[in-house]
């Protein structure tokens, strides 16, 4: 079935630091890939979504790139702020026969220091 | 853009009642509706799937006594907690499919803490 791994947290940065989150994939067909953010005590907000190899997704001043052939979705923001310590999550949903549910990752703790 | 909330945002309740939580699609219909939970620091389950006007397909594992989903129109499916025990304390979360663009995506509300004492 499909799944989705990504890297242990948490993450400690340094304001203005470079992030890196890492997230492959395996899947049968070709999935849609996400990344959404979760922060304290609230639900999931979609970061940004990739529907085709060699999509790049942006929001934010994240990015993501979908690629095929490394099977992989990783996050990345060149200068994180505090405010971007939450929980995020990479996700990937084929939408075989109907409605699509997302298989997520087991979330990476970001954690910004000033 | 496609919102959807949840009510409570929050709720306590004593060891052997029963909590309704209330998903609604504020801007959109949805024909499906998702309860996942959530416990700390690990990622979201899916629990069940609900389909409006029909019976939820829960995910194997998932007590459908226990945990009673309704969803009696387009914008509004409700999970009921029956005989909370404090093991069903969680962070519970729906969301919607709704079409944005050409495409479908899933829209998710803000989340309800339950604690069971």
């Known amino acids: 079935g499909d799944s989705v791994t990504q890297m242990e947290g948490p993450v400690t940065l340094s304001e203005e630091a470079f992030l890196t989150i890492n997230c492959t994939y395996t899947?049968?067909?070709?999935?849609?890939l996400f990344w959404y953010v979760q922060y304290p005590g609230e639900g999931l907000q979609l970061l940004l979504k990739?529907?085709?190899?060699?999509d790049k997704g942006s929001n934010k001043g994240f990015e993501a790139t979908y690629r095929k052939e490394t099977t992989s979705f990783h996050l990345e923001k060149g200068s994180v702020q505090v405010s971007d310590s939450a929980v995020y999550f990479c996700?990937?949903?084929?939408?075989?026969?109907?409605?699509?549910?997302?298989?997520f990752g087991r979330g990476t703790s970001l954690i910004v220091h000033p | 853009g496609a919102v959807v909330s949840q009510h409570p945002s929050w709720v306590i309740c004593k060891s052997g009642t029963s909590v309704k939580i209330e998903c609604r699609s504020l801007?959109?219909?949805?024909?499906?509706m998702f309860w996942y939970r959530q416990f700390p620091k690990q990622s979201l389950m899916l629990m069940a799937t609900?389909?409006?006007?029909?019976?939820?397909?829960?995910e194997q594992g998932v007590e459908k006594d226990k945990f009673l989903i309704n969803h009696a129109s387009l914008t509004l499916s409700t999970l009921t907690v029956t005989s909370a025990h404090p093991e069903d304390s969680s962070f519970y979360i729906c969301?919607?499919?709704?079409?944005?663009?050409?495409?479908?995506?899933?829209?998710f509300g803000p989340g309800t803490r339950l604690t069971v004492t």
């Open positions: 899947a049968t067909g070709y999935p849609s």
């Open positions: 996700a990937l949903s084929d939408r075989g026969g109907g409605s699509y549910i997302p298989t």
């Open positions: 609900s389909n409006e006007g029909s019976k939820a397909t829960y």
């Open positions: 990739a529907t085709k190899a060699d």
């Open positions: 969301s919607a499919d709704g079409l944005a663009g050409p495409n479908y995506e899933q829209y």
């Open positions: 801007d959109f219909q949805a024909t499906t």
